[in-house]
């Protein structure tokens, strides 16, 4: 059974810095498709960061939201199925649950990536509980 389970999340002030963990187990297929979501109160949840690898030597895919890029990098550590968020310069509308979802790089999540979008939260089926990421003044 796939599972993943995010940490790393916390209290931290303006201008400050996290690193996020995405630890996924029970993954079997060669390609993957890991999206950081996030989410306020009463509003949808919003891509992040997303890293896409076909599993065959394609060059990875990576794509950042607006709102964090510059500031925020995504990686991956295949063999420990660790996905890495890092996000800098930390601001107050960076306050959220933070998300990941893992599914299988598909053709059509692929080509979400390809033209820098993220595929929909409702196209992946597995997701962790969160992980809390509160910015203060």
């Known amino acids: 059974v796939e599972e993943s389970m995010e940490s790393g999340g916390g209290a931290v002030e303006v201008g400050g810095s996290l690193r996020l963990l995405c630890r996924i187990s029970?993954?079997?297929?060669?390609?993957?498709?890991v999206t950081w979501f996030r989410q306020t109160p009463g509003k949808e949840r919003e891509g992040v960061a997303s890293i896409g690898d076909a599993g065959d030597g394609r060059p990875i895919r990576i794509i950042y939201a607006d709102s964090v890029k510059g500031r925020a990098t995504i990686s991956a550590d295949n063999k420990k199925g660790l996905i890495y968020l890092e996000i800098h310069s930390l601001d107050l509308e960076d306050t959220a649950m933070y998300y990941c979802?893992?599914?299988?790089?598909?053709?059509?999540?692929?080509?979400?990536?390809?033209?820098?979008?993220?595929?929909?939260?409702?196209?992946?089926?597995?997701w962790g509980l969160g992980t809390q990421v509160t910015v203060s003044s």
């Open positions: 029970g993954y079997t297929y060669s390609s993957y498709c």
């Open positions: 979802a893992t599914d299988r790089l598909t053709i059509g999540r692929d080509r979400y990536l390809a033209r820098g979008d993220f595929p929909p939260a409702s196209d992946f089926d597995f």
